[in-house]
């Protein structure tokens, strides 16, 4: 389990060095990890670390579902718009491993996108191996 403090109300963070931690820890060598956002209003997603590719990613769900359009959930708590991303997104990854180590390509990094933060946010690192 990574726990993390999230800054800003909407942020993209780099979590592949938590996630390689954890799997220097782990007793198994190679398989699959499981990375498991517990949240409703939160995503992973395997892309570049780059600032401005960063920024166009939340740009973008910012104008699929853009705050306060009338959405039915905005009666309950107001935060919708967060919820329809991360639902755009998705919750998880399943990330090959060789020698405890993640398999990504050279750009690649795991990243957490907080879409109604600022909060204390737990990701469930698991390994699969047969
Ligand atoms: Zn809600």
Redesign the pocket.
Known sequence: MIEINTAKRVEVIDITLPIEKALEKNDREDGLCLVFSLH??TAVIINEAESGVMQDITNLLSELAPAGKGYL?DR?????H??LQAALLGNSLVIPVKAKKPVLGTWQRILFLEL?GPRRRRIEVEMISA
């Open positions: 409703t209003t959930h309950t708590d107001g935060n919708a967060a919820h109604d």
